[in-house]
């Protein structure tokens, strides 16, 4: 189905007529308003594939343009260029430059999935958002997100050791994003830390304080962190696999 919306056409691609008048009627201006032509030779075939290849995106096949998940969408009603349907369109007609050009605001997407309970197919568009986000990223296209950072350094801690302890993850969240002092910086950090200091028990304190040093393991855990680690290298090269890409580190 194609997309009419005038908002969805880039700018750049509008041509409007200063004079023009044609039987006489005068239709200079945004009556002549027309869309320029333009051949699309760069297509990828495969676009539709790679994004289903991927968790989240299976059902992408089934989306029939309704526009039910962009209605619904939480960040569409405050940022009209935030658009589910539109993307999934570009996406099943192989269009991956001009998904591209939009690379910055799918990553917008919260994860309310009130998309996904409106939608009458099954899509998922949610899932779909971010199977799109992993894509761009494994293509290249983007630079990790703070909350791929965060999601890697929350997930490195489970990871290794079984247990989440939410000071290490601060920690290393702000380690990898460059600036590992920046919770002192922060005057919400400060007054969250200045606040947990004046009535947590001194004891909770210590346990903090020594977690951060000590870190603490679930006991009898190296098998199950063997059978993630496993599991995760195998999603990791099926999906590059399905777009095409080298298993990580060339191999």
Same mark, same amino acid.
């Given at each position: ?19 023009? !008048? ?52 939480? #960040? ?27 690379? =910055?605001?799918?990553?917008?997407? !919260? ?12 899509? !998922? ?17 983007? =630079? ?25 993850? !601060? ?42 040093? #000590? ?23 099926? =999906? ?12």
């Amino acid at each position: 189905m194609p997309i009419h919306e005038k908002s969805l056409i880039r700018p750049e691609n509008l041509r409007e007529q200063d004079e023009l !008048v044609i039987d006489g009627v005068d239709v200079s201006g945004h009556w002549s308003t027309f869309i320029e032509t333009r051949a699309v030779t760069d297509y990828n075939e495969a676009m539709q594939d790679e994004i289903a290849a991927l968790a989240g995106g299976e059902n992408i096949h089934r989306c029939w343009q309704c526009g039910s998940c962009t209605n619904a969408c939480t #960040v569409h009603a405050v940022n009209p260029d935030f658009n589910p349907r539109y993307w999934i369109y570009l996406i099943r007609l192989g269009m991956e430059d001009e998904l591209v050009r939009d690379k =910055d605001i799918i990553w917008q997407c !919260v994860s309310c999935n009130k998309c996904t309970d409106a939608c009458p197919r099954d899509v !998922v568009p949610e899932a779909v958002m971010k199977a799109t986000a992993h894509w761009l990223e494994l293509k290249g296209h983007v =630079d990790k997100k703070p909350s791929t950072h965060f999601d890697e350094g929350f997930s490195a801690q489970v990871i290794e050791t079984g247990k989440i302890e939410d000071g290490l993850v !601060v920690r290393d969240f702000f380690k990898r994003m460059g600036d590992p002092f920046r919770p002192f910086k922060e005057p919400y950090l400060v007054a969250m830390i200045t606040g947990i200091a004046k009535r947590a028990p001194i004891g909770y304190l210590l346990k903090m304080g020594l977690a951060l040093v #000590v870190r603490p393991r679930t006991r009898g855990w190296a098998p199950a962190r063997k059978g993630i680690e496993e599991y995760i290298r195998e999603v990791d090269a099926k =999906d590059r696999k399905a777009l095409g890409l080298p298993a990580e580190g060339g191999h």
